[in-house]
């Protein structure tokens, strides 16, 4: 089993462990920032949300970059990629939480508990398969 660089595989476990975890951390960032704007600086919790998300997405792009995927890509040709991830995911999380909840009628927390799990499966595989994935030649 070829793992060095993760392998030519679309899903790797190892690999999809540690992206998760990156995403946690840059998750904690989002977390830490809104926290901070909001109990120290008097910022709405919109507002602290907002650069709470930002800061996380750009802490994640970083972790995934070079320590998920070790990409030798141009970072003027992942992060736009990456952040197209994230956007798309954004709407697919807003798109599944009102059909699981408006439609389906879940309660709302395990709806999205549900629709991280599968915000983060796509995520990993549009960022394994498109984002990261060097040309083949």
């Known amino acids: 089993m070829k793992q060095a660089g993760w392998g030519n595989r679309i899903f790797s476990t190892p690999q999809f462990l540690l992206f998760a975890l990156m995403g946690s951390i840059g998750t904690l960032f989002h977390y830490a920032v809104l926290l901070l704007l909001v109990e120290y600086f008097g910022c709405t919790a919109l507002v602290g949300s907002i650069a709470g998300s930002i800061c996380g997405a750009i ?62 499966l796509f995520n990993y595989f549009l960022n394994a398969v498109w984002t990261f994935k060097a040309t083949q030649h």
Do not use: C, D, E, W
């Open 59 to 120: 802490v994640n792009f970083i972790l995934n970059h070079h320590i998920v995927f070790q990409s030798k890509l141009r970072l003027t040709k992942t992060a736009p990629r990456f952040f197209s991830v994230v956007s798309v995911g954004i709407l697919l999380n807003a798109l599944l939480m009102y059909i699981l909840v408006q439609r389906l009628l879940m309660p709302y927390f395990l709806a999205q508990l549900l629709t991280t799990a599968i915000v983060l």
